[in-house]
T-cell receptor, first 113, second 114 residues
Framework: KQEVTQIPAALSVPEGENLVLNCSFTDSAIYNLQWFRQDPGKGLTSLLLIQSSQREQTSGRLNASLDKSSGRSTLYIAASQPGDSATYLCAALVTDSWGKLQFGAGTQVVVTP | DADVTQTPRNRITKTGKRIMLECSQTKGHDRMYWYRQDPGLGLRLIYYSFDVKDINKGEISDGYSVSRQAQAKFSLSLESAIPNQTALYFC?????????????FGPGTRLLVL
C-alpha cells in the first residue's frame, strides 16, 4: 500500500524567504503526483500535477520536482508572502489504483510579515 | 458558480441518525469521489465512482453508502451516524487526459456527530 509522508507537519517563515516543502512516498510506481493548497474552512485547490515521466513542473512562483527513484517530491515557493499561509498537501496516484489518490497529512505553513 | 458544490456545508446530528451529504458538479467529469479528512491523518477515500453504473469502495467504506443519481450527482449517506464519523467530508471529480489525472475538490462539509 502506498504511504505518503510530509515532514515537517508545520513550518513558519518570515516573508520573502523561500519555502521548501517535502513529500515522500513508498511506492515508486506512481502515475502522477499532485500538490494541493488548503485554506482553513475551504476545499483543496490543485497547484501542480507532475506526471511520472516528468522531473518538474512550474507555475509562477511555484516549482515542484519529482524523483521517483528516491520516492520524493519537493514543492518550492519562491519569495514567500503572507498570502501563501495555508496547508499544503501532496497526493500520489499509484499506477495500479486508478483514481485513488493517496494523501499525505499536509504541512501547515505560516508566513509572517 | 463553483464547479463542485457540496450541501450542506455544516451539519450537526445525533448518534443513530441517518444523514445524507450531497455533491454536484458542472465539470462534466465521469469520475467522482468522497473523502473524509481528520486532523493529522490527511484525506482518506470512502467511495469512488467511475461512471453512473460503476461504484467502488475505498479505504474506509464501513458505515457509509453512496448513490450516483446522475453523472453530475454523487451522494454520501451515513446510515446510523456515530461520533467517530465527525470529520470534514470532501467530494471530488477528476478528468483523465494526456496531462495525467487531476482531481478537483468541493468546499467540504463539516459534520459533527454528538
Amino acid at each position: 500500500k502506498q504511504e505518503v509522508t510530509q515532514i515537517p507537519a508545520a513550518l513558519s517563515v518570515p516573508e520573502g524567504e523561500n519555502l521548501v516543502l517535502n513529500c515522500s512516498f513508498t511506492d515508486s510506481a506512481i502515475y502522477n503526483l499532485q500538490w494541493f493548497r488548503q485554506d482553513p474552512g475551504k476545499g483543496l485547490t490543485s497547484l501542480l500535477l507532475i506526471q511520472s515521466s516528468q522531473r518538474e513542473q512550474t507555475s509562477g512562483r511555484l516549482n515542484a520536482s519529482l524523483d521517483k527513484s528516491s520516492g520524493r517530491s519537493t514543492l518550492y515557493i519562491a519569495a514567500s508572502q503572507p498570502g501563501d499561509s495555508a496547508t499544503y498537501l501532496c497526493a500520489a496516484l499509484v499506477t495500479d489504483s486508478w483514481g485513488k489518490l493517496q494523501f499525505g497529512a499536509g504541512t501547515q505553513v505560516v508566513v509572517t510579515p | 458558480d463553483a464547479d463542485v458544490t457540496q450541501t450542506p456545508r455544516n451539519r450537526i446530528t445525533k448518534t443513530g441518525k441517518r444523514i445524507m451529504l450531497e455533491c454536484s458538479q458542472t465539470k462534466g467529469h465521469d469520475r467522482m469521489y468522497w473523502y473524509r479528512q481528520d486532523p493529522g491523518l490527511g484525506l482518506r477515500l470512502i467511495y469512488y465512482s467511475f461512471d453512473v453504473k460503476d461504484i467502488n469502495k475505498g479505504e474506509i467504506s464501513d458505515g457509509y453508502s453512496v448513490s450516483r443519481q446522475a453523472q453530475a450527482k454523487f451522494s454520501l449517506s451515513l446510515e446510523s451516524a456515530i461520533p467517530n464519523q465527525t470529520a470534514l467530508y470532501f467530494c471530488a471529480t477528476s478528468d483523465v487526459g494526456t496531462g495525467g489525472e487531476t482531481q478537483y475538490f468541493g468546499p467540504g462539509t463539516r459534520l459533527l456527530v454528538l
